[in-house]
């Protein structure tokens, strides 16, 4: 099942935004990744299992990932936005080997339709 990304818009800078992931029950690694267009997919942030976390560094701080009990909804809170967190923002899920889920998108599949965030100045 191909997952489902909502919650997308457009905020001017230092506003908020929660973004959803609908998916199947998954074990392993969960992710939110963006990409605008002309540049690659990046990682925003992870969590595995057990929800620990990795965040880039672009984005510690402000945002935030989480899943609810089921673990089959994956959020991101989006706080303080600037105009670089621009994107489309896709959410995919990746095998768990132990120790944090990696930022890669090579470790990750698959991916939803995706979900437009623009942050204006």
């Known amino acids: 099942v191909q997952p489902q990304e909502s919650g997308g818009g457009s905020v001017q800078s230092g506003g908020s935004l929660r973004l959803s992931c609908t998916s199947t029950h998954h074990i392993g690694c969960m992710g939110w990744f963006r990409q605008v267009p002309g540049k690659e997919r990046e990682g925003v942030a992870a969590?595995?299992?057990?929800?620990?976390?990795t965040y880039s560094d672009s984005v510690k701080g402000r945002f935030t990932i989480s899943r609810d009990t089921t673990k089959t909804i994956l959020y991101l809170q989006m706080n303080n936005l600037k105009p670089e967190d621009t994107a489309m923002y896709y959410c995919?899920?990746?095998?768990?080997?132990?120790?944090?889920?990696?930022?890669?998108?090579?470790?990750?599949?698959?991916w939803g339709q995706g979900t437009q965030v623009t942050v204006s100045s």
């Open positions: 995919g899920t990746g095998p768990y080997y132990g120790g944090p889920c990696p930022l890669r998108t090579g470790h990750f599949g698959g």
């Open positions: 969590l595995d299992s057990d929800d620990r976390t």
